[in-house]
């Protein structure tokens, strides 16, 4: 299908195809057909047709949302050369495409691996925030959403114990911070803030973190007491 053009796909905080120096955003000239295949291929690594077609249109018969997979393929074709790649019965983005998912991906995993160079983990890399496709509602979109919310939060998590662990403990802050800010009940992201401060040295600091938290859960502890009872 031609050579593979200099793309760029983002798909958190919205839709938007850069090719080249051009982009089509959501409320350019790409239709909605387009933007979710180009959504779907950069979030699973190699679908089949059928899959894809059944995922995108699933509430037609089977032959007419095949007959909307390739009118969007060829859309496609005409406006991004080269982005798509058919291999047999299978579709995948073109190699050297960037997805800011699978960056934010690939970020959390050298995160996770005690042997990656913390110098390369730079909490600058903490801009891969923000919502999948938020608007979007289909159930793939879902799913994926979720897991990378959780996957976002486990990184920074312990993407701060490990600065910490070093002395490092500015960036630590940063990162256990954006984790508190992501998910604010979420009670790992605050016993990793305190333990920051903890090692720190920072007690006072702890404390006021514990007590905020307290304050901000005991809500919830009071529902899931009645709940029980």
Do not use: K
């Not at 031609?2 to 790409?30: H, K, M, N």
């Amino acid at each position: 299908m031609g050579s593979a053009p200099a793309a760029r796909v983002q798909l958190l905080d919205g839709f938007a195809l850069r090719v080249g120096t051009s982009q089509q955003g959501a409320a350019d000239v790409l239709p909605r057909g387009i933007q979710r295949l180009v959504a779907h291929l950069s979030l699973a690594p190699r679908p089949a047709r059928a899959v894809i077609a059944g995922q995108l249109w699933p509430n037609v018969p089977e032959h007419h949302a095949n007959g909307s997979l390739r009118s969007a393929l060829w859309r496609l074709q005409r406006i991004a050369p080269g982005l798509v790649r058919m291999h047999g019965d299978t579709l995948s983005l073109a190699e050297g495409v960037a997805v800011d998912v699978r960056q934010l991906a690939g970020w959390a995993r050298r995160v996770r691996d005690p042997e990656s160079d913390l110098d390369e983990l730079s909490t600058t890399d903490l801009r891969l925030g923000g919502e999948l496709l938020p608007g979007w509602f289909d159930e793939w979109v879902l799913l994926e959403r979720e897991r990378l919310r959780q996957l976002r939060m486990h990184a920074l998590e312990a993407l701060a114990d490990r600065l910490a662990v070093v002395g490092r403990y500015g960036e630590a802050l940063q990162a256990a911070y954006a984790a508190v800010r992501v998910e604010p009940l979420r009670e790992s992201a605050h016993r990793t803030l305190i333990r920051v401060h903890l090692a720190e040295g920072n007690t006072l600091e702890a404390m006021s973190a514990y007590e905020a938290c307290r304050t901000l859960l005991a809500p919830m502890s009071w529902v899931s007491s009645r709940a029980g009872s």
